[in-house]
Nanobody, 126 residues
């Protein structure tokens, strides 16, 4: 099994930056996609971005493309989400997720992930 711990949330002013971290433990060798999602109050969980170890590809939602950057530190089993030029509408709980079993579900759908972090709150003030 894989366990995820996501950290790094906080309160920031509009235009500011935050970096989230997601550290994996356990059977990390079985993980082939890791992703970030977010969920604002009263809204559905929304895809932010993903990194696949097959092909080493990165994907972003149109909402965050150009402002957010995903990176990895394989030695630390950690996935990062660098968030720049934050906007109040980015306020949400951010979740890290991992896909450890093959599925044809596209990377942007939460149903394609079987392991989730506990979430970290990001609040952007105007």
């Amino acid at each position: 099994q894989v366990q995820l711990i996501d950290t790094g949330g906080g309160l920031v002013q509009a235009g500011g930056s935050l970096r989230l971290s997601c550290t994996a433990s356990g059977r990390t060798g079985s993980t082939y996609i890791m992703a970030w999602f977010r969920q604002a109050p009263g809204k559905e969980r929304e895809f932010v971005g993903a990194f696949t170890w097959i092909g080493l590809s990165t994907y972003y939602s149109e909402t965050v493309k150009g402002r957010f950057t995903i990176s990895t530190d394989n030695a630390k089993n950690t996935l990062y989400l660098q968030m720049d030029n934050l906007k109040p509408e980015d306020t949400a709980v951010y979740f890290c997720a991992a896909r450890t079993e093959y599925t044809t579900v596209q990377v942007r759908y939460p149903s394609g992930y079987g392991v989730w972090g506990q979430g970290t709150q990001v609040t952007v003030s105007s």
